[in-house]
């Protein structure tokens, strides 16, 4: 078993087949658990769906980012979460809201934008602002710099570092072990689908 503590970063490492993108996917609820027991805070939970982990502040960013091309960043940050007004959406509260995640994300671009107008670390950018939308207390990175140059990534680890500081914990799988000693406070490896240590 493994324990995650509040405002940590964790980087996960195994080989390929060790098993990593099916715990991510079993905590952020797109995984029935075969066996064990996922604990939040010492009380068991069991997810039947993303949404239900999403309610518990579990969010993935995916390695292939989960955006709609067509729609502006405001839409995508509140997507199967819409604000409402009775009825109707609520444009301008999640216009609102999202300008104050993507501000936090350090990402000045106007809400209405469209998001295939933006480049792929403006795109990661955005996935880390629908998270903090969703106020994610546990933030599953999944290789988030395969795609990025390093002026990019540096600006990832500083975000990063922010979200740390802020009590957000940080599951960061990646297969570049010096990010992984960088950024890291701990580390957890895998096998077989078992911890071995950390």
Not at 9 to 33: P, R
Not at 79 to 93: P, Y
Not at 106 to 115: E, F, S
Not at 123 to 137: C, F, S
């Amino acid at each position: 078993s493994v324990a995650l503590e509040p405002g940590r970063v964790y980087g996960l490492l195994g080989e390929n087949g060790a098993g990593k993108s099916t715990l991510m996917k079993i905590l952020a609820g797109y995984e029935a658990l075969s066996g064990g027991e996922v604990r939040i805070n010492g009380r068991a939970v069991h997810f039947s769906g993303s949404r239900e982990a999403e309610a518990e502040g579990i969010v993935l960013i995916h390695q292939e980012f989960n955006l709609a091309e067509d729609l502006s960043l405001a839409q995508n940050i509140f997507l199967g979460h819409e604000k409402k007004r009775g009825l109707l959406l609520d444009d301008d509260a999640m216009r609102r809201d999202a300008a104050v995640v993507l501000e936090q994300v350090g990402l000045k671009v106007d809400p209405d934008t469209r998001v295939r107008h933006l480049i792929v670390a403006e795109k990661q950018l955005v996935e880390i602002a629908k998270a903090l939308a969703r106020k994610a207390k546990l933030l599953i990175m999944d290789e988030p710099t395969a795609t990025l140059t390093p002026g990019e990534t540096e600006r990832l680890f500083k975000l990063i570092a922010q979200l740390n500081a802020s009590g957000v914990t940080v599951l960061y799988i990646s297969h570049k072990l010096d990010e992984v000693e960088r950024i890291t406070d701990e580390v957890i490896v895998m096998r077989d689908g078992r911890f071995i240590t950390r």
